[in-house]
Nanobody
Framework: QLQLAESGGGLVQPGGSLRLSCTAS???????IGWFRQAPGKEREGVSC????????NYPVSVKGRFTISRDNAKNTVYLQMNSLKPEDTAVYYC?????????WGQGTQVTVSS
């Protein structure tokens, strides 16, 4: 069964950068991958997604131009490069793999943007 593990979170100052990784236990070739985040007291929101082959990506306005999603299917890993981080980016970040109407979630990694 597919298992996902996020890593790369931490504490960073405003304006800084982090790269999150989402590593899978199986080949990710057939899965579209999304990154989501959830801040305390708020609903989980999507921050990026990438198609199974990596040819299509999408971002909400809140992160467009600052976040970049990419994937390396040979390494079973999807990345989220986050630049120009803001305090409002503070949240637990999750990755989700989707295929054939099934969703698989990781456990999340904490990102804190604070001076």
């Amino acid at each position: 069964q597919l298992q996902l593990a996020e890593s790369g979170g931490g504490l960073v100052q405003p304006g800084g950068s982090l790269r999150l990784s989402c590593t899978a236990s199986v080949n990710l070739d057939v899965y579209a991958i999304g990154w989501f985040r959830q801040a305390p007291g708020k609903e989980r929101e999507g921050v990026s997604c990438i198609s199974s082959r990596g040819g299509a990506t999408n971002y909400p306005v809140s992160v467009k131009g600052r976040f970049t999603i990419s994937r390396d299917n040979a390494k079973n890993t999807v990345y989220l490069q986050m630049n120009s981080l803001k305090p409002e980016d503070t949240a637990v970040y999750y990755c989700r793999a989707t295929a054939s109407l099934y969703n698989y979630w990781g456990q999340g990694t904490q990102v804190t943007v604070s001076s």
